[in-house]
Structure formats: structure tokens, C-alpha cells
């Protein structure tokens, strides 16, 4: 389950307060790496003590098991990569000021959407491993070992997560809680939820946490949501019945948006509702029987929901936010 290359789907405005620091202390306190001060709420705090890291060499980690595709990562450079823990993950690293700022986010998505789900992350004991490229050539190096799309920009795969990290540029966008959301849905959903949910509530779910980080540490920060082109608009039946991605590059951003536009026109029209369509095609229901079960009362077959949806997905502004 892949997230597209990074675009700029938000945006923020800066407290004067907020002060980014990056340095030397990242061993001290992982916090200060995304430049918290001493302004973050408690819930902050947690974050930053569950995402505070210290290294340790790869033969210490409290999980080796690494995947296939972790194996290749770990052969591009491979006597630059360094490794640390935290509570939930296991990372792969070149640089500790870059690694310190990914774990305090990847714990806060991680318990942030696990709630937002209604799961329950403390059964789950095994850790999930990151790996974070910076350099562009690495990653397309990645990319071609893990024969993978151009368009690739970060991936969850069985379980494991790969993302890049580029130090120059300041806002990371919602590449590592699009995939964290991935490692949550499969982890507590099972591996048959459809193309389409997969990715639209990823995308969904990262515009919202992404937002929600930075608004707990004194950024103002909305989520945001991309229109469908009109005359790209894929009907809903036909989108939910993908199982690959469009061959086309455009139209692979299409899917993306419209399918994002679809968990978000469903879980506004009733958010429980769309907890039942979830966890019923989860486990392999077809859609219209899935929208029968969550949704009777509010749309009387598919048809209607493709009416009132329709106008939805390609409305420029017209799209309620919610988060
Ligand atoms: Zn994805």
C-alpha cells in the first residue's frame, strides 16, 4: 500500500511562539527535535517520551526479523544505517535529528488512529520496523530493488514501513501517517480491505492526524481535501470494484483523491455507519451489500449514493472539513 510522492495538501500558518530547533540533543529528548520548547501540551509530552530514541546497534534490536524488501533497504549504504527503538516501532536511520522527529509522529498517529478506529493497541507486542531514507537517490535506488512505481513515496508493506525524509525541506507532509494508517488498518482489520478504502481512508486519516499534530504544538493547521476533475470522476461502483492501480499516472491521482473524498463523504453522512461498512468489507463483503448494512436509512441503493456523492467529489470548496 503505497502514498503518493509528497504534494503540498496543507496548509499552516505559524505561531510566533513555535521555534524550530534541530541539533545536537536529539538524544536528550526527541521533542525538541520538531521544535516543541517548552509549549506542548501533555499530550505532547507523551508523545515525546513514547518516541524518545536511543540507538542501538542492529544486533541489540528487540526484533531482527527484518522482510524481504527491509533486507534490500538496509543493502543500499549499508554501513551508514543506524537503528533505535521505541514503544510501538523499530527504526532504520542515517541521522538521529531526522529519525527523533519520525518517531515522535509515528507514535502519535499510531495511537491517535488506533483510537479514532476503536482498536486496542496493547495486545499488539510486536514492534512495526521504519525505514527512513533522506537522499532522493537512495530512495529511487529503493524504488528499483523493491520494483516499485515512480510515484512510489513511502510504502507499507507486510507489515513494515519505508518513507523518505528529505532534511531541506521543512514541512514532511502526510507520508508516515498515510502509512502508519495502513500498518493500523491491517493490523486490525485483517489484509481484505479493499483498494480503494485502503487508500482513501489513509489519505484521510493523514491530512486529519497531520494537522492535528502540529495544532498540538501551537501551529494553526487544518486538514484539507483534493476536488475530483470532473471529467476524470470514476463512478462509484467502478471504484470500488479496483483491485490495481490505474496504469495512468494522472489517473492514479484521481483515485487517490476521489477514493479520499468517498471515506470522507460516508464517515460525514454517519460516522458509525461507516465503521460497519469498514468492518464489513474487511471481511469480504461487496460494496453494495457493505452500504446496505451501514447505511440503509441514509441512502436507499447505490445509485442514490452515487448522486448525492458525485457532486461531493468534484466540488472545489464545497467539501465540509471536518477534523
Ligand atoms: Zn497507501
Same mark, same amino acid.
Given at each position: 500500500?503505497?502514498?503518493?510522492?509528497?504534494?503540498?495538501?496543507?496548509?499552516?500558518?505559524r505561531f510566533p511562539l513555535a521555534r524550530r530547533r534541530r541539533g545536537k540533543?536529539?538524544?536528550?529528548?526527541?521533542?525538541?527535535?520538531?521544535?516543541?520548547?517548552?509549549?506542548?501540551?501533555?499530550?505532547?509530552?507523551?508523545?515525546?517520551e513514547n518516541g524518545a530514541l536511543t540507538e542501538v546497534p542492529l544486533a541489540q534490536l528487540s526484533d531482527r526479523a527484518l522482510t524481504p524488501l527491509?533486507?534490500?533497504?538496509?543493502?543500499?549504504?549499508?554501513?551508514?544505517?543506524?537503528?533505535? +527503538?521505541?514503544?510501538?516501532?523499530?527504526?532504520?536511520?542515517?541521522?538521529? $535529528? !531526522?529519525?527523533?522527529?519520525?518517531?515522535?509522529?509515528?507514535?502519535?498517529?499510531?495511537?491517535?488512529?488506533?483510537? +479514532?478506529?476503536?482498536?486496542?493497541?496493547?495486545?499488539?507486542?510486536?514492534?512495526?520496523?521504519?525505514?527512513?531514507?533522506?537522499?532522493?537517490?537512495?530512495?529511487?535506488?529503493?524504488?528499483?530493488?523493491?520494483?516499485?512505481?515512480?510515484?512510489?513515496?513511502?510504502?507499507?508493506?507486510?507489515? =513494515?514501513?519505508?518513507?523518505?525524509?528529505?532534511?531541506?525541506?521543512?514541512?514532511?507532509?502526510?507520508?508516515?501517517?498515510? +502509512?502508519?494508517?495502513?500498518?493500523?488498518?491491517?493490523?486490525?482489520?485483517?489484509?481484505?480491505?479493499?483498494?480503494?478504502? %485502503?487508500?482513501?481512508?489513509?489519505?484521510?486519516?493523514?491530512?486529519?492526524?497531520?494537522?492535528?499534530?502540529?495544532?498540538?504544538?501551537?501551529?494553526?493547521?487544518?486538514?484539507?481535501?483534493?476536488?475530483?476533475?470532473?471529467?476524470?470522476?470514476?463512478?462509484?461502483?467502478?471504484?470500488?470494484?479496483? !483491485?490495481?492501480?490505474?496504469?495512468?499516472?494522472?489517473?492514479?491521482?484521481?483515485?487517490?483523491?476521489?477514493? +479520499?473524498?468517498?471515506?470522507?463523504?460516508?464517515?460525514?453522512?454517519?460516522?458509525?455507519?461507516?465503521?460497519?461498512?469498514?468492518?464489513?468489507?474487511?471481511?469480504?463483503?461487496? $460494496?453494495? %451489500?457493505?452500504?446496505?448494512?451501514? $447505511?440503509? =436509512?441514509? $441512502?436507499?441503493?447505490?445509485?442514490?449514493?452515487?448522486?448525492?456523492?458525485?457532486?461531493?467529489?468534484?466540488?472545489?470548496?464545497?467539501?465540509?472539513?471536518?477534523?
Open positions: 500500500m503505497f502514498a503518493l510522492l509528497p504534494t503540498t495538501t496543507l496548509q499552516m500558518l540533543m536529539w538524544l536528550l529528548l526527541a521533542a525538541f527535535a520538531v521544535g516543541l520548547g517548552a509549549h506542548f501540551s501533555a499530550a505532547a509530552a507523551e508523545d515525546a527491509g533486507q534490500a533497504a538496509l543493502g543500499i549504504r549499508a554501513a551508514d544505517w543506524r537503528h533505535a +527503538e521505541s514503544a510501538n516501532f523499530i527504526y532504520h536511520f542515517f541521522h538521529g $535529528f !531526522i529519525a527523533a522527529p519520525v518517531s515522535v509522529e509515528a507514535e502519535f498517529y499510531y495511537r491517535v488512529i488506533a483510537r +479514532e478506529l476503536e482498536k486496542d493497541t496493547t495486545q499488539w507486542e510486536r514492534k512495526c520496523h521504519i525505514y527512513v531514507f533522506e537522499r532522493a537517490e537512495d530512495w529511487a535506488e529503493f524504488q528499483k530493488r523493491g520494483a516499485l512505481d515512480p510515484w512510489t513515496g513511502g510504502i507499507h508493506a507486510a507489515g =513494515s514501513l519505508f518513507i523518505q525524509r528529505d532534511p531541506q525541506v521543512k514541512w514532511k507532509g502526510n507520508t508516515l501517517g498515510h +502509512e502508519v494508517t495502513h500498518l493500523v488498518v491491517e493490523r486490525f482489520f485483517g489484509a481484505g480491505v479493499p483498494l480503494w478504502l %485502503n487508500e482513501g481512508y489513509a489519505e484521510y486519516s493523514a491530512t486529519r492526524c497531520y494537522a492535528a499534530f502540529h495544532r498540538a504544538r501551537g501551529y494553526a493547521a487544518r486538514p484539507t481535501s483534493r476536488a475530483v476533475p470532473e471529467g476524470m470522476y470514476v463512478p462509484v461502483g467502478q471504484l470500488t470494484a479496483l !483491485i490495481m492501480y490505474p496504469q495512468d499516472v494522472a489517473q492514479v491521482g484521481v483515485f487517490y483523491s476521489e477514493s +479520499e473524498r468517498l471515506v470522507r463523504f460516508l464517515t460525514a453522512a454517519d460516522k458509525r455507519g461507516f465503521g460497519t461498512l469498514l468492518e464489513a468489507l474487511s471481511k469480504g463483503n461487496r $460494496f453494495d %451489500n457493505a452500504l446496505t448494512k451501514g $447505511f440503509s =436509512s441514509r $441512502f436507499m441503493n447505490l445509485d442514490a449514493l452515487e448522486r448525492e456523492f458525485k457532486a461531493y467529489a468534484i466540488h472545489e470548496n464545497g467539501a465540509p472539513l471536518q477534523d
